[in-house]
């Protein structure tokens, strides 16, 4: 479908959910899909994701930018503070992983790569029904299948890991890949990671450590990886900074690499190779 239709679909959906509001509104400006939220127009950035063993791009996380109507300074994320009860947040949430969506569209080789999505924590608690359901038909309108998309869901504010546990199961079972985001920062629990079973698991800038003790962050990070690879989970070196902190997050065997040393985030996604075709040549 192109994107004009697209625009005018969710448009048209967006008003029959919510036809008290003005909020929603999806528009394309010079070649790239903006939402308006509370006053606010909002964009996407994406930053690459890079394969420690063969240093090349793989995949793009997308974050939310606020373009126009936002304090300078103030964190794109905190727009979800502006949501008045947990329908609008659900709202907002879907509102921005439909804006990330539609522009991943428009960028160019990115044949088999994956987009990483955040999920607020908020509507993994407010959401009763089946998790995954409503996204995978937004995705479908997109052309997008779950299988091109990791869901990067915080620890952040779940007492009971069995809450969490199942949104996951429930995101898995419809062929998402999940990643638990910013692990080590208030939590290091590995039997309650365990329980979760994510498929990656992306390390803190914590972890990472900084000039003067990246020998304690390396000794740290490499106990860690080697508990994920027994769970087979995927870790995630992210908030590169340095080429010293890359080479304790590679020299630690971390699988995935991130940070702006890789790459920043950016209006446009880097050019990956055609995995399918490399995996292919690989293998003969």
Not at 69 to 81: D, K, M, Y
Not at 123 to 145: D, K, N, Y
């Amino acid at each position: 479908m192109p994107l004009t239709e697209l625009v005018h679909y969710f448009n048209k959906r967006n008003r029959l959910a919510h036809p008290e509001s003005q909020d929603g509104c999806l528009e394309i400006s010079d070649g790239r899909v903006q939402a308006r939220f509370a006053g606010r127009v909002l964009g996407t950035l994406f930053q690459p994701v890079v394969d420690s063993a063969s240093g090349r791009t793989i995949g793009h996380e997308a974050t939310l930018a606020v373009l126009n109507g936002g304090p300078e300074g103030v964190p794109a994320q905190a727009v979800f503070l502006d949501c008045q009860d947990d329908t609008e947040l659900v709202f907002l949430d879907r509102l921005c992983r439909t804006l990330h969506a539609l522009n991943f569209l428009l960028e160019r080789e990115q044949k088999g790569a994956f987009l990483s999505l955040n999920v607020h924590s908020r509507l993994l608690q407010a959401v009763q029904g089946p998790h995954g359901h409503v996204f995978e038909a937004i995705l479908s309108r997109c052309g997008l299948t779950p299988d091109r998309i990791v869901l990067e869901i915080s620890d952040d504010g779940f007492g009971d890991p069995l809450v969490l546990a199942r949104a996951i199961a429930e995101y898995r079972e419809r062929g998402y890949r999940i990643a638990i985001d910013n692990f080590g920062r208030h939590s290091a629990d590995l039997e309650r990671l365990e329980l979760l079973a994510p498929d990656i698991v992306k390390l803190d800038s914590s972890l990472i450590g900084h000039a003067g003790h990246l020998s304690l962050a390396q000794r740290v990070l490499m106990a860690l990886v080697t508990e994920f690879r027994r769970t087979g989970v995927v870790a995630v070196c992210q908030w590169i900074e340095n080429p010293l902190q890359l080479q304790v997050a590679r020299d630690a065997g971390a699988g995935w690499l991130q940070g702006r040393l890789l790459g920043a985030p950016a209006f446009h996604c880097l050019p990956v190779a055609d995995l399918r075709r490399r995996r292919e040549r690989e293998a003969a």
